[in-house]
């Protein structure tokens, strides 16, 4: 199984507070013989008559000696992952979860809000400390 990001448990009670019901933890994404996981998978109606919303989770704390790696790699991962889940389940949408603190400090000025559009990285952010999601950006 696949090292827990340290904010892993925040982002989880953080969706379930958001109303979504965990399905996956992990979720997995084979590759021909090999493994890979995304973090979370959840689930979560929306109104009757358009079904519910599939999502699955990359969580990324942002905590390691450079934050342009933790960028590369949460990217790099975020892009590998979508393209598995696009074949596996392509009516759940991949998303990267981020605490609030990286978003402002690596992805908040208009670079970074240019980098996740040509991407199309669909990311949410969260106050890890209050296990609250603070704003979701598609």
Known sequence: MPARDVIHDAVKVALIKDGWVITHDPYPLPFGDRDFYADLGAERAIAAERGDERIAVEV?????ASEMHDLEVALGQFVFYRHLLSSRDPRREMWLAIPEEAYISVLG??????????????LFTIDPAGEEIVRWLK
């Open 109 to 122: 000025d208009v670079a970074g809000m240019e980098l996740l559009k040509g991407v199309g990285v669909k």
């Open 60 to 64: 990324k704390s942002f905590s390691g």
